[in-house]
């Protein structure tokens, strides 16, 4: 009996170590892949970012009407994102030539996978860069309209709109990249929902006086400026 | 677009006068072309009008020198104010130059205001002296034409060298000379109207201008002062934009010759209420230092931040610093740091609070007074140009 005890344990030692053996070289070729990348995307973000300094890329975004870039960059450098991104990309791309050291049928199913997820992913970025700049638009032109008509909260206004704006543009994005989308749906209906229900509750039943005051008063304060008003714009 | 109906009965004509009205009352518009026919033109003149009912309206005699041509287009709308009057004036100027006449002019003020000598003023000018471009010069009390006062006027004497009063009109005599330049240039989208002042002095054609007395106006509106501010001066900026390589040349501003008589105004007697021109130009100083922080240089925004601290006693926006806000809005306009409609529109509560600075140091001021605190304005705005040009040239570089 010992001699059988002996005889499997060496079997699964052989068995273990010999798959050790099997992923050795794969482990050290993924190490190999993943700092040759790196190294290559160190030099390439050294030469990028030259090249971008040399060209003014951070100036001529804001001169071509992209300064709202500048705004979501790292440090506010636009050059310094797109340096970023390349350099990871490329370590990224090292990772995955890497993993396709262990096994050929492992790397083509990850590469699938994620290829397939790739348009998701892009997808949630278009939706919140245009969620940003619409927000931050739509934002602006609020707060600029709402002093224009001398509303003491105009500042209140443009930042709920910029914020409701935003977790739409959120809400939307991680529905496409399918992470917890019931609760992202349930709590973004729940958090729409109760805004404006509040906003009714507050017009219509309880400060229906205060707001139909504060409108009466905004209202009177204008028909008395433009009843008294000796300016003449034009 | 088709020929009005009565083109065809019409072969040629010497003058021509359009009426863009901003009533669309028949009886008004009837009453002013009345008072326009009571004038004898020596030669044969069309009175190009918007269709109206001429209910006991006389009718004209065979002898008359005077044809009347209805034409649809001709129409002013206040949302779209700037738009409707190009398009109101292209069409006078297409009808004219297809009557091969020496000048037109257009009236585009309240017709009730329109008197019988507004046409020959507006005319003879250029038919008899040659001039090319007939600007009106109003009677207007202090607070009247704030716009004008406040930019344009300083502006277009400060960049392109000529003192006409009212560089926008609306009502102006025009030789054919600048209305064929003019319709050549609106294929490059220049404005009709706004454009016609620069066009002729850069064209280096002949200006000056006529005293017609004073004008009416459409009630004030309050809730409109941005939508109007934007219509003015989108097009007055984009001008500045194309005549660049013009007024980057030094030179000085020289007066123009005048017509008919200067008229004074007596404008309202009693105090002046400013408590909400202060607080609007204030609640835009705490709400918008982001946003006029992307037009406006540092030292600038620290002055405004400044000057919303003072109370009533106190508030006074230097001549400097106000033309070096135009300026820079004006530059920001070409640069688009933002869309160009936020930054006309942002403008406001600055333009409320120079009107409000204005309004407090002209308040008792005799007609006199107040033309030499314009006077000052003009040169603030003059001695500042090359802050402009430099700002131009190098927006990054140069931001005090």
């Known amino acids: 009996m010992w001699d059988q005890v002996g005889q499997t344990l060496h079997e699964s030692t052989v068995r273990v170590l010999s798959r050790m053996a099997w992923l050795l070289p794969g482990t050290l070729a993924l190490v190999v892949a993943v700092l040759v990348s790196a190294l290559i995307a160190w030099l390439a973000a050294i030469v990028l970012r030259r090249f971008l300094g040399g060209i003014d890329f951070d100036e001529r975004l804001g001169r071509w009407g992209f300064r709202a870039v500048a705004q979501w960059s790292p440090h506010e450098s636009p050059s310094l994102m797109v340096t970023r991104l390349v350099s990871w990309s490329i370590v990224l791309v090292g990772f995955i030539l890497g993993l396709a050291a262990f096994d050929a049928a492992l790397s083509s199913r990850l590469a699938f996978s994620l290829f397939s997820y790739l348009p998701n992913v892009l997808t949630a970025i278009l939706l919140i860069i245009v969620g940003g700049i619409v927000a931050r638009y739509l934002a602006r032109n609020i707060l600029i309209a709402g002093v224009n008509m001398h509303l003491q909260y105009a500042r209140f206004l443009s930042i709920g709109v910029k914020w409701m704006v935003m977790v739409l543009a959120v809400a939307m994005a991680l529905e496409h990249?399918?992470?917890g989308s019931g609760i992202v749906r349930l709590a973004f209906g729940i958090l729409f929902g109760g805004i404006v229900l509040a906003l009714a509750l507050a017009v219509g039943l309880g400060s229906k006086n205060l707001v139909s005051r504060s409108l009466e008063r905004e209202s009177d304060r204008a028909a008395a400026a433009n009843a008294e008003e000796p300016f003449r714009h034009i | 677009m088709a020929d009005p109906v009565g083109m065809e009965q019409i072969d040629k004509a010497d003058v021509a006068i359009g009426l863009v009205p901003a009533s669309h009352d028949g009886g008004e518009i009837s009453a002013a072309v009345e008072r326009i026919l009571q004038s004898s033109p020596p030669t044969k003149t069309v009175l190009i009008h918007p269709p109206y009912a001429a209910n006991g309206?006389?009718?004209?005699?065979?002898?008359?020198?005077?044809?009347?041509?209805?034409?649809?287009?001709?129409?002013?709308?206040?949302?779209?104010?700037?738009q409707s009057l190009g398009a109101s004036y292209q069409a006078v100027f297409d009808?004219?130059?297809?009557?091969?006449?020496?000048?037109?002019?257009?009236?585009?003020?309240?017709?009730?205001?329109?008197?019988?000598?507004?046409?020959?003023?507006?005319?003879?000018?250029?038919?008899?002296?040659?001039?090319?471009?007939?600007?009106?010069?109003?009677?207007?009390?202090?607070?009247?034409?704030?716009?004008?006062?406040?930019?344009?006027?300083?502006?277009?004497?400060a960049l392109y060298g000529k003192q006409i009063r009212n560089p926008l009109g609306p009502d102006v005599g025009v030789s054919s000379g600048l209305m064929r330049r003019m319709t050549i240039a609106s294929r490059s989208r220049m404005h009709p109207l706004v454009s016609l002042a620069a066009e002729a002095i850069t064209g280096g054609m002949k200006v000056?201008?006529?005293?017609?007395?004073?004008?009416?106006?459409?009630?004030?509106?309050?809730?409109?002062?941005?939508?109007?501010?934007?219509?003015?001066?989108?097009?007055?900026?984009?001008?500045?934009?194309?005549?660049?390589?013009?007024?980057?040349?030094?030179?000085?501003?020289?007066?123009?010759?005048?017509?008919?008589?200067?008229?004074?105004?007596?404008?309202?007697?009693?105090?002046?209420?400013?408590?909400?021109?202060?607080?609007?130009?204030?609640?835009?100083?705490?709400n918008l230092p982001e946003i006029w922080g992307l037009i406006l240089p540092p030292s600038t925004l620290v002055e405004l931040q400044r000057l919303a601290r003072q109370d009533r006693a106190g508030f006074r926006l230097p001549d400097e610093t106000w033309a070096r806000v135009v300026y820079d809005f004006a530059l920001a306009h070409r640069l688009r740091p933002i869309s160009r409609d936020q930054i006309l529109r942002a403008m406001t509560p600055i333009y409320l609070g120079w009107v409000a600075s204005y309004a407090l140091e002209v308040e008792s001021a005799s007609p006199e007074a107040v033309e030499a605190r314009l006077e000052k304005l003009c040169l603030a705005y003059e001695s500042a140009r090359p802050y402009l040009v430099s700002r131009w040239r190098w927006p990054d570089r140069f931001n005090p």
């Open chain 1, 177 to 179: 990249l399918r992470i």
């Open chain 2, 57 to 82: 309206q006389k009718p004209l005699s065979p002898n008359s020198q005077w044809h009347l041509l209805a034409h649809a287009q001709l129409a002013q709308d206040r949302a779209t104010l700037a």
């Open chain 2, 95 to 157: 009808l004219a130059l297809k009557l091969g006449v020496r000048a037109c002019a257009v009236i585009a003020s309240d017709l009730a205001s329109v008197t019988a000598d507004w046409a020959p003023l507006l005319l003879e000018p250029a038919t008899d002296n040659g001039f090319d471009l007939v600007a009106p010069c109003y009677a207007r009390h202090r607070f009247e034409g704030l716009i004008n006062r406040a930019i344009v006027y300083p502006l277009v004497r």
């Open chain 2, 208 to 286: 000056c201008q006529s005293h017609l007395g004073a004008r009416g106006y459409p009630p004030p509106d309050w809730a409109d002062v941005s939508s109007l501010l934007a219509q003015v001066l989108s097009p007055l900026f984009l001008d500045v934009e194309r005549y660049a390589p013009y007024w980057q040349r030094e030179r000085e501003s020289q007066p123009v010759q005048e017509f008919g008589r200067h008229r004074y105004v007596e404008g309202p007697e009693s105090a002046v209420e400013v408590t909400r021109l202060i607080e609007t130009f204030q609640l835009g100083a705490r």
